[in-house]
Structure formats: C-alpha cells, structure tokens
C-alpha cells in the first residue's frame, strides 16, 4: 500500500481514494462483528475486564491488530465505560450490574486501515429513563450521519446531533469528539457532536472520520478521574454514546462499522 496517495485539504484533512472504501469495510465490519459478538456476553456478574479479554481473544483470532493496546499507554483492546463514566473506562474487576448500561468501544486495525465504533449495551432490566437516553443517542447519531454529504459542513453534522439531543432535553458532551480516520487512528478534522449549520470546513468524497456523539441526561460537563483516562460526568446523570466510521460518498456517506447481525442498537435483539 502507498500512504502518499491522495491529497489534503488547507484544513489538514486527508483525500481518500475510491479504492481505498474497501480497506475501510474490511476493518469496520470486523470491529462491528466483534461488537456483535460480545452482545450475549453483557450480562449481570460478566466483569468489564472478562470482556475485554474476550474481545482482545477475537481480534487475535481474527489476525488483526488492536488499535487501543499501546496506544497513548493504554493497555487494553477496548473502552467500557458503565453508566455515568462518558467514555475511556478502563476494563478491569468491576462488575456488571443489573439495569447498568454500557458502551463498549473496540477500534481494529486490518491491512493497515482503522475500523472504530461503539455502542451501547444493557445488562438485565433496562430502566425508562436509561433507554430514553440510549434511543436518543443512537437516533442523534444517525442524524448526524444523514447530514454527510458533500458540499454541506462539519458545522451542519454538529448541528443536527446537538439540535436533536437538545429538542429532548439532554446534552451533548463538549470535550470529546470525533476525528479523521484511515491509515491513521486520529486525524484532522475534530468532529465536533455541536455547532452551527454551515461553519466548519466543507465536507468532501474521500474524507473518512467518524461520529462518535456522547450525550448526558443532566449537565454537559465532565472530568477525567485520576487513572487519566476514565472521563465521568461531573453530576454522576448517566451518559451514552454510540459511534460509527464513515466515509464521504459522492452524494452521501458509506458507513464502514454496519452491524453484521444488525445489532448496533440494543434492543434490536
Ligand atoms: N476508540 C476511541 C475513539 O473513539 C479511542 C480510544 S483510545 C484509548 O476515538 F486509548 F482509550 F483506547
Ligand atoms: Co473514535
Ligand atoms: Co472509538
């Protein structure tokens, strides 16, 4: 493979090639099919560190690399961030709770291209107020998604997620985002989950990034806990997010990290 393909915009954001769709389909759907697979696992008593074991066992089986071991000092092959932690909980003894909800986060890497996503999962009885939150975050996602096209901004994605959380009195959460992915993890641009229709660098075929909203039922706000990774909401609401890699299409968006099994939201079996 040639990493000098392509070209970047002013706004440092790489140009992918036709060609290179495939590469990404290949890495996305394996970490979609992973996360598929971990769905029956998730169930009260299972430890977060259990299943990032079993996760880290399918992605060697699957002979690819994980993207998050060593990354930054990180030491394990996904992310599980339970109820109130909004993103980058570290797998270990914790255990699963009845009516806890869980993100898991699992990024591949496969020929050299990154296939990153996560979604939520929810062990024994799922609580109104919880489900409300993870079918608005999934469906802010997807509004987000359907503003990928080229010629509209990044602004106008940040903009339908933010507009459609905040029309169902919840928030966004400002101090993560999503990025440029391909041959690299993270990449320009930062995909900002809020915003003003029309700001932003405009939205072109080949670029590939994903979409990663995390939305809290109280306040924004959040903290990084002393182990510098686990970030929590500073008023304990609990938090969801769901993510998918995408790449720009000629009059849309492909998305790489499709469920297999059609799995992606929880209650869809
Ligand atoms: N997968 C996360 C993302 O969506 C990044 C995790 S980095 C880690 O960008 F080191 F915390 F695993
Ligand atoms: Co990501
Ligand atoms: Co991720």
């Known amino acids: 493979m040639d990493d000098t393909r392509g070209r970047t915009t002013k706004d440092?954001?790489?140009?992918?090639?036709?060609?290179?769709f495939a590469g990404m389909h290949k890495a996305g759907a394996l970490a979609a099919?992973?996360?598929?697979?971990?769905a029956p696992l998730v169930v009260p008593g299972v430890s977060t560190g259990e299943l990032d074991?079993?996760?880290e066992a399918m992605v060697d089986e699957a002979h690819a690399v994980s993207a998050t071991i060593g990354y930054k000092g990180y030491k394990h092959a996904s992310c599980i961030s339970l109820?109130?932690?909004?993103?980058h909980g570290i797998p270990g003894d914790k255990r699963v709770k009845d009516g806890d909800i869980l993100n898991v986060d699992v990024t591949v890497i496969v020929d050299g291209w990154y296939g990153d996503t996560s979604r939520m999962y929810v062990a024994g009885k799922l609580s109104r107020k919880a489900e409300r939150l993870i079918q608005v975050t999934h469906d802010a996602l997807m509004k987000g998604i359907e503003a990928v096209k080229p010629g509209n901004t990044f602004g106008d994605i940040g903009h339908a997620i933010q507009a459609y959380v905040e029309a169902h009195r919840m928030s966004v959460v400002r101090d993560f985002c999503g990025h440029g992915l391909g041959r690299v993890f993270h990449a320009p641009p930062n995909v900002l989950h809020y915003g003003r229709a029309g700001s932003g660098p405009v939205l072109e075929?080949?670029?590939?990034f994903t979409i990663e909203p995390m939305v809290n039922l109280g306040r924004p706000e959040t903290?990084?806990?002393s182990d510098d990774w686990t970030a929590v909401t500073r008023d304990k609401s609990l938090s969801a997010q769901f993510e998918h890699s995408?790449?720009?299409t000629s009059d849309g968006f492909d998305i790489f990290t499709l469920s297999p099994a059609g799995k992606f939201h929880p209650t869809w079996g």
């Open 83 to 87: 109820n109130h932690v909004v993103c």
């Open 246 to 248: 995408i790449g720009v």
């Open 53 to 55: 074991a079993a996760i």
């Open 33 to 38: 099919d992973i996360l598929d697979r971990i």
């Open 205 to 208: 075929e080949g670029m590939f």
């Open 12 to 20: 440092g954001i790489r140009i992918y090639q036709p060609g290179d």
């Open 223 to 225: 903290k990084v806990l």
